[in-house]
């Protein structure tokens, strides 16, 4: 019954801020990588932000130095922080995460629900 739950999107002006959250729950033995992803309309989905279990964090260019991804691991949440948003940051946005559930020594990605955030004035 592992999922993750987004919140924190809606619409915002163009330079303004928003903060997604996505916190996991269920029987997780453990947590690797965490991400988020994001869909424009016609377009394909795309990474925008990863955070591995090690520390290392990755950003395209389209969104580096605006946005960041945290974690908090006690909380089983991710965070991404966007800072001066653009109109084509508009998109559905959705959070990933390698998780080991108890009892089952696999590694299985899992997606959130969704989130839509809209840039514009």
């Known amino acids: 019954q592992v999922q993750l739950v987004e919140s924190g999107g809606g619409l915002v002006q163009p330079g303004g801020s928003l903060r997604l959250s996505c916190a996991a729950s269920?029987?997780?033995?453990?947590?690797?990588?965490m991400a988020w992803y994001r869909q424009a309309p016609g377009k394909e989905r795309e990474l925008v932000a990863r955070?591995?279990?090690?520390?290392?964090?990755n950003y395209p260019d389209s969104v580096k130095g605006r946005f960041t991804i945290s974690r908090d691991n006690a909380k089983k949440t991710v965070f991404l922080q966007m800072n001066s948003l653009k109109p084509e940051d508009t998109a559905v946005y959705y959070c990933?995460?390698?998780?080991?559930?108890?009892?089952?020594?696999?590694?299985?990605?899992?997606w959130g629900q969704g989130t839509q955030v809209t840039v514009s004035s």
């Open positions: 990933s995460a390698l998780i080991v559930r108890v009892g089952i020594g696999t590694i299985t990605k899992y």
């Open positions: 269920g029987r997780i033995f453990s947590i690797g990588a």
């Open positions: 955070s591995l279990s090690g520390g290392t964090t």
